[in-house]
């Protein structure tokens, strides 16, 4: 079962040539074969040529042979990108690499297969792709959490050995604890965007979704640093985040925040993290309580600021560049609104019409300009509890995955799934989701997954990864399905 191995066992079979990375790669399509079916993680995959890319695989670099799944919003040269939507599927080919493919390639690795999400990163459940259902494989009558739910799917389900997803406001997280992996947020310009289609510019992030802390390690590492083609990319030197993966908990100042403990959390959810917190208090971290009182804020924060750039970012789909035209335009605006109308989801709908009123005269002020003034105040909160504390910990989700339909017609149910999660992005902050134990089985419902988030401030990623190793050794790696 070597596509199930973690990416460091992996390594030295590979490098010690008791397998090919064409092997590994067989063992992945094989995987992907009797299993993807029945999950729909992946949208695209062409096997021949990243069997070619194995042939030649760089064994001597540190991800040398390792095939990597992709999800949908990220450009890879040659194949297929929807971005989720009818209004790119069979329309786009890509004729250039992310950055952060350009890297995983420098670092010997095969992005293989693109991955099923949420219409343009906009969802927590992976149930807006207008291309096909994703479901939970601990329990295929849930979700898997979204956006990046086919990338969190194919880990959990052994159908990839890694993969890279996109965190706005909980992306990566959400559906790392809906599905019992690792999912690792960067700091705000720790990793370049460029080649990553924009849904919200100041707040979505690359990062890695594995089955353990090292490997979301070893792929941080890899994409991370400077990037000229990114404006926003930070400069700072690159710390070498594997040499942070010890020391574990102790001694470590971990805040609870109150907020993250109140009404809407499941119980199981929060006996869980509660059982994890005194299991670290007795391996030696210090728990101290904290407060982020602008918590309840931070979703209707969140839904001004980004569908206000998603507003701006998706009017580049006009029907004349590329993607979806409609048929017979009576004119220049026909054109325009019957190509956006025919190719964009209700939710993608939803969230332009909403940014476009918050930015309209009249309401800017109201609406835009104020939501920037309270982000800078949830950035405060943050700002105070870090002078206590070296990180926040608490839920990933108020909740494990709920099934499929609970949330689709109340779209605020859907919205607070990322209550946790959210102000990470509003501030900037690196963060990870952990597994954390499960709920308990029933005669209807297996054991589901209940995720654990460490949060530290921004550039903090060697802390945040000691922590998180050193959390990862007293609570456990990845139960895979």
Sequence with gaps: MLHTQPISTLRRLLVSREISPADLLRSVESSIAATDPAIGAYLHRDFPAALAEAEKADLTQPLGGIPIGIKDIINVKD????????????????????????????????????????????GSSTENSALQITRNPVDPSRVPGGSSGGSAAAVAAGTA?????????????????????????????????????????????????????????????????????????RREPLPDFSKALSGGIKGLRLGLPEEYFGAGIDPEVRAAVEKAVRKLEQEGAEIHPVTLPHTSSAVATYYIIATAEASANLARFDGIRYGHRCENPENLLDLYNRSR?????PEVKRRIILGTYVLSSGYYDAYYRKAWKVRYL??????????????????????????????????LQMYLADIYTIAANLAGLCGISLPCGRTAATPDTPALPIGLQLLAPPLAEPTLLRAAWGVEQILGEVDLV
Excluded: W
């Excluded at 109308?341 to 989801?345: I, K, L, P, R, S």
């Excluded at 509890?385 to 099934?403: R, W, Y």
């Design 161 to 233: 050995v890694a993969t890279l997803g996109t965190d706005t406001g909980g992306s990566i997280r959400q559906p790392a604890s809906f599905c019992g992996i690792v999912g690792l947020k960067p700091s705000y310009g720790r990793v370049s965007r460029f080649g990553c289609t924009a849904y919200a510019s100041s707040l979505e992030q690359i990062g890695p979704m594995t089955r353990n802390v090292t490997d979301a390690a070893l792929i941080l590492q890899a994409i991370a640093g400077p990037d000229p083609a990114d404006s926003t990319c």
């Design 341 to 345: 109308a025919e190719g964009f989801g």
């Design 79 to 122: 194949q297929p990108l929807t971005c989720g939507s009818k209004i790119l599927a069979g329309k786009f080919t890509s004729p250039y690499d992310a950055t952060v493919i350009t890297r995983l390639r420098a670092a010997g690795a095969i992005p293989f297969g693109k991955l099923n999400m949420d219409e343009f990163a906009m």
């Design 378 to 411: 949830i950035r405060q909160d943050f700002t105070r509890a870090f002078e206590k504390v070296d990180l926040i910990l608490g839920p990933t989700c108020p909740t494990p995955a709920f099934k499929f339909g609970a949330h689709t017609s109340d779209p």
